[in-house]
């Protein structure tokens, strides 16, 4: 399995991790119990499904070995397994942020550590 996974945030909910150091995520992981991540491979069509039209997002890499038993890799979209985190995202476990970007070919451009 990935040992880095994604999560896509609004700007407002990016400010929110930065300032308060945790993430316990948005309206629809509440509802679900936990943090949908997707991995790399999942990213762009996460992005393209989710969050089409929204302007001002974020992309953070989580190191989901930091987050131990609380990810779980569950099946959801097509049968494809996804990367779950039962537990708030913490930001002391992001590799890397950044604000969404394309590359020509449309794929989301990943975050790169700085």
Do not use: C, N
């Amino acid at each position: 399995m990935d040992i880095v996974a994604y999560k896509v945030l609004t700007g407002e909910q990016m400010a929110q991790l930065k300032r308060e150091g945790r993430f316990s995520g948005a309206p629809i992981d509440l509802a679900d119990g936990y943090v949908h991540l997707s991995t790399a491979a999942q990213l762009t069509e996460t992005v393209d499904k989710h969050f089409a039209g929204q302007q001002g997002l974020w992309i953070a890499a989580v190191d989901l070995a930091a987050h131990g038993d609380a990810i779980k890799w569950e099946e959801s979209r097509g049968g494809a397994l996804f990367p779950h985190l039962y537990a708030p995202m913490l930001l002391e476990t992001l590799i890397a942020y950044s604000p969404i970007e394309r590359k020509d070919d449309g794929t989301v451009k990943l975050p790169v550590a700085g």
